[in-house]
């Protein structure tokens, strides 16, 4: 059996809420941790004094091993590299990153939100990284947090269950065998494509957004969650759940309702996701974006929605509701999530077959031999 490292040394990529959130519990526990951030301004006091407050479910002060803005720095004393940016920052980091990548080295993006995994894995090989590096993303965020300051975050609470899966697919209960004495709460999910079409951030982010847009650009504070979510966009998200576990159904891939998930992550029940939201006391105090520039929109619409979307399209299924949740988007803020988003053609999925994206999920490529054609590198 591989030994597991007498201290796994960790990466954590990204200044804001969740990455001040997993950087300061890693600290706290002992781990060795590197924060990083592309802004120097960003993490200005953390330079100064590498330390990070945590308060809310997890208490204490977590220290830093360093914190800088020197992305080679980061990737070569490291094991394990956890991504926390938004996914509209995933295909840049991996180019980033490719040059200073070496064997053995895990990246891990906390999330993927849809197809993350695949993106990263795809770029640093367009990237000319040949090392043998294992790209993982998890389902969704372990925390919901908050930053309450450059150098401070609450955690609201942890999740009891974040599921987890690797590129390829073999290596996923190695990585969370890793990753373990800090957090085992992650579970293996089949491949990545069960992690990707289980991205609820698409179901709770953008749609209560652009609902309630006419809330948050009046700069009326309310509660995200609790008060935003009304029973008619219930209605709206229980429509875009549906299409979501249709599509992921007509790929093999396994699924849970939002409801289900509430009640799996939160402990949260109800017989609606409207009634399971208004039972989850983990949402209560997490307030409304201040404005419509916000990652709900500009990262769960390209990143969560649109691969969707065009997974659906590519193999002949309709989605009504998440298309109009696009458009609507596109509408609002003068955006082309369409052109922006990640498609089947930038992912290099495009006129593959439910099985074969399945297998390109799995393994990082198609068999050519296997299935008669060319493959897919």
């Given at each position: 059996?591989?030994?597991?490292p007498?201290?796994?040394r960790y990466?954590?990529?990204?200044?804001?809420?969740?990455g001040?959130?997993?950087?300061g519990?890693?600290?706290?526990m002992?781990f060795?941790?590197?924060?990083?951030?592309?802004?120097?301004?960003k993490?200005?006091?953390?330079?100064e004094?590498?330390?990070i407050?945590?308060t809310?479910?997890v208490?204490?002060?977590?220290?830093l091993?360093?914190?800088?803005d020197?992305?080679?720095?980061v990737?070569?004393?490291?094991?394990?590299?956890?991504i926390?940016t938004?996914?509209?920052?995933h295909?840049?980091?991996?180019?980033?990153?490719?040059p200073?990548?070496?064997d053995?080295?895990?990246?891990?993006?906390?999330?993927?939100r849809?197809?993350?995994?695949?993106?990263?894995?795809?770029?640093?090989r367009?990237?000319g990284?040949e090392?043998?590096?294992?790209?993982?993303?998890?389902q969704?965020?372990?925390?919901?947090?908050?930053a309450?300051g450059?150098?401070?975050?609450?955690?609201f609470?942890?999740k009891?269950?974040?599921k987890l899966a690797?590129?390829?697919a073999?290596r996923?209960e190695?990585?969370?065998?890793l990753?373990s004495?800090?957090?085992?709460?992650?579970k293996?999910?089949?491949?990545v494509?069960e992690?990707?079409?289980?991205?609820?951030?698409?179901?709770?982010?953008?749609?209560p957004?652009l609902?309630n847009?006419?809330h948050?650009e009046r700069?009326?504070?309310?509660e995200?969650?609790?008060e935003?979510i009304?029973?008619?966009?219930g209605?709206m998200?229980?429509?875009?759940?549906a299409?979501r576990?249709?599509v992921?159904r007509?790929?093999?891939?396994?699924?849970?309702?939002?409801?289900?998930?509430?009640?799996?992550?939160y402990?949260?029940?109800?017989?609606s996701?409207?009634?399971?939201i208004?039972?989850?006391?983990?949402?209560?105090?997490?307030t409304a974006p201040k404005?419509?520039?916000t990652?709900?929109?500009?990262?769960?619409?390209p990143?969560?929605?649109?691969p969707?979307?065009?997974?659906?399209?590519?193999?002949?299924?309709?989605?009504?509701?998440?298309?109009?949740?696009i458009?609507l988007?596109?509408?609002?803020?003068?955006e082309?999530?369409?052109e922006?988003?990640?498609?089947?053609e930038k992912?290099?999925l495009?006129?593959?077959?439910?099985?074969?994206?399945?297998?390109f999920?799995?393994h990082?490529y198609?068999?050519?031999?296997k299935?008669?054609?060319?493959?897919?590198?």
């Open positions: 059996m591989i030994k597991r007498e201290k796994v990466a954590v990529i990204g200044a804001g809420n969740g001040l959130a997993m950087a519990y890693l600290g706290l002992g060795t941790v590197v924060l990083y951030n592309r802004t120097v301004e993490i200005k006091t953390l330079v004094k590498p330390e407050m945590l809310g479910a208490e204490g002060v977590g220290r091993s360093a914190v800088t020197n992305i080679k720095e990737v070569k004393n490291s094991d394990i590299v956890m926390t938004p996914a509209t920052a295909r840049e980091l991996a180019r980033m990153m490719a200073h990548l070496d053995g080295q895990i990246i891990v993006l906390n999330p993927g849809t197809c993350g995994a695949l993106e990263v894995y795809q770029t640093l367009e990237s990284c090392k043998d590096i294992t790209v993982a993303e998890a969704t965020f372990i925390y919901a947090c908050r309450t450059p150098n401070s975050a609450k955690i609470s942890v009891n269950e974040v690797a590129i390829p073999t996923t190695y990585v969370i065998w990753l004495c800090a957090y085992p709460q992650f293996p999910a089949r491949d494509m992690t990707s079409l289980n991205n609820f951030g698409a179901i709770f982010h953008p749609a957004t609902l847009s006419g948050i700069g009326q504070a309310f995200y969650y609790l935003g009304t029973p008619s966009i209605q998200l229980e429509r875009l759940d299409e576990m249709k992921a007509l790929l093999g891939v396994k699924t849970m309702s939002a409801v289900k998930w509430l009640e799996e992550s402990g949260a029940c109800g017989n996701i409207y009634e399971a208004q039972n989850n006391p983990a949402y209560k105090g997490l404005d419509l520039k990652r709900y929109i500009y990262e769960d619409v990143f969560s929605l649109v969707i979307a065009s997974l659906a399209k590519n193999i002949g299924v309709e989605t009504p509701a998440i298309d109009t949740i458009r988007a596109n509408m609002m803020t003068g082309n999530f369409w922006t988003g990640r498609t089947v992912l290099g495009a006129g593959l077959s439910s099985s074969q994206i399945i297998e999920a799995q990082g198609v068999d050519a031999a299935n008669g054609e060319e493959g897919v590198a």
